[in-house]
């Protein structure tokens, strides 16, 4: 009885896990939804990243013109300031170049040795009353200083009622051309013309200019007793 038990069992069991398999078969598998993105999500977003977009090239354009207009002004007022500075310079060097008339090449009679004291003096007074030494560059103010001592070893070297030598007048010489050249290159006053305008046409003969003139002359008269007949 025992035996005829246990088969039947085993059968039911086996039905009964073949009706759970064929049940899971019909049975629907689960689907995982996907999250829809709310109303209007994509349509706000391309609106950010459009303002975005905008906000920063406008402060990359604003800081392009910020810059390019502040280096114009660099440039605008080192023009100014270096215009008005060469203005100033020229005014001063002229004044100067007008007291170096004192160390000439050429005397008609040498002067006297105390007459240094006071080319000494009108080159002071340049330097200081006139402001002219705030203008001098570092090469002119070397050569300036240079020529003063010059002017001062040459007024100590004998008695003030002496005559200056032929060899004072050419040491003090060169002192001055060698400021007067100075001058001359801190304001180009040396340089080329970069502008060279063209050599005129030469005018045309005597001879051939009367005779184009007569016959004009003659042109004219011609023409006027032909329109004159009746």
């Given amino acids: 009885m025992e035996f005829m038990v246990a088969p039947r069992r085993a059968s039911m069991l086996s039905s009964r896990r073949a009706d759970h398999a064929l049940a899971r078969r019909k049975l629907p598998r689960p689907t995982r ?4 993105a709310p109303p209007g999500g994509g349509e706000h977003m391309e609106l950010l990243v459009g303002f975005l977009g905008a906000l920063v090239g406008a402060a990359a ?42 160390l000439p090449r050429y005397w008609p009679i040498n002067p006297e040795r105390r007459e240094l004291r006071d080319f000494s003096e009108a080159f002071h007074e340049w330097y200081f009353s006139e402001a002219g030494g705030l203008f001098l560059s570092d090469d002119a103010k070397e050569s300036y200083f240079s020529a003063m001592g010059v002017m001062a070893t040459v007024a100590r070297e004998g008695s003030e009622q002496d005559q200056l030598s032929d060899g004072d007048i050419d040491r003090l010489w060169r002192a001055g051309e060698t400021l007067r050249g100075r001058l001359a290159a801190d304001i180009g006053a040396a340089e080329d013309l970069r502008f060279i305008g063209r050599v005129p046409e030469m005018p045309p003969a005597p001879s051939v200019r009367m005779k184009d003139r007569r016959d004009n002359h003659l042109t004219t008269r011609t023409h006027n007793r032909w329109h004159a007949r009746p």
Avoid: H, N, P
């Avoid at 354009?61 to 007022?77: C, H, I, Y």
């Avoid at 270096?82 to 004192?102: G, N």
């Fill in 33 to 36: 939804r996907r999250r829809e």
């Fill in 61 to 102: 354009g604003g800081l392009s013109v910020f810059l390019t207009t502040r280096a114009q002004m660099q440039r605008e007022l080192a023009y100014t300031y270096d215009r008005e500075l060469r203005a100033r310079r020229m005014e001063a060097y002229v004044s100067l170049y007008k007291r170096t008339d004192k």
